[in-house]
């Protein structure tokens, strides 16, 4: 399996925004749920959104209605959608699939959010 790739990272001062992509090369990530995740610096990567293959979407607390996951078949890509960033919001993010297990990649490159107060 290849790693899916995360783009869109960057410097950003709080309340700005950015908008995060995944894409897979060679492979169609449709029948998967997928997620975002983020590592804080020395901390644990934790889930932060989810999305069906039908396209339900659910974020993590710390987030809820400031990020918005959302995915597109035409381009195979998922996104996520960063808004009113806060400095606690600083770290990598990485894609993955959720869900099944089987079809979990390596982990990626992530994409780096810095966001300054």
């Known amino acids: 399996q290849v790693p899916l790739v995360e783009s869109g990272g960057g410097l950003v001062q709080a309340g700005g925004s950015l908008r995060l992509s995944c894409t897979a090369s060679g492979s169609d990530l449709g029948g998967n749920d997928m997620g975002w995740y983020h590592q804080a610096p020395g901390k644990q990567r934790e889930l932060v959104a989810t999305?069906?293959?039908?396209?339900?979407?659910n974020v993590a607390d710390s987030v809820v209605g400031r990020f918005t996951i959302s995915r597109d078949a035409y381009t195979n890509t998922v996104s996520l959608q960063m808004n009113n960033l806060r400095p606690e919001d600083t770290g990598v993010y990485y894609c993955?699939?959720?869900?099944?297990?089987?079809?979990?990649?390596?982990w990626g490159q992530g994409t780096q959010v810095t966001v300054s107060s």
């Open positions: 993955n699939v959720v869900r099944p297990l089987r079809n979990r990649r390596p």
């Open positions: 999305i069906t293959s039908r396209g339900y979407s």
